[in-house]
């Protein structure tokens, strides 16, 4: 494997949180029965507009994270424009949990690739605190080549 390659490899490490959406067997940290938790008043669900860091590839991602009622996630890298993920999501308490998984296209410099992302965060009002850690697989999904972990924070977008 070329220094290029390893350098791609590093770059899509970046795009782990937020994690991050879709088919790996594995989702299992999260159960959709009481994703919006009543207990609390639901104070996650909603949209968040968010920004993660990871260390790996030293870029900050902005990006918008979906919380739906039935424990359903998604998210969308906005700036700059990169991925997009799903997965299941519940709380406990002020504790957000996710896991996505996200798929990366083949390119010239890369194969293609499958995130699986684990995210934690901590709600306070209208704002989200917390980390991720993620696992790279090719696209085999057996084939683990890299892992990472980062720090993600967001707020609670308005109509």
Known sequence: MDDHTMGRRRLLKGAGAAAGGAVVGGLAMASPAQ????????????????????????VERTFTLNLGRGGVA??????????????????RGRKVLTTMVIGVPES?????????????????????TGTFTYDVFLADLTTQVGNGEGTWSATRLTA
């Open 35 to 58: 994703a919006d938790d009543d207990h609390h008043g639901g104070r996650a669900v909603g949209s968040w507009l968010a920004t993660r860091f990871d260390p790996a590839d030293g």
């Open 74 to 91: 998604s998210m969308v890298d906005i700036s700059p424009v990169f991925i997009t993920g799903q997965g299941p999501w519940k709380s």
């Open 108 to 128: 010239e410099a890369s194969p293609a690739l499958t995130f699986r992302v684990y995210i934690e965060g901590k709600v306070r009002g209208d704002e989200i």
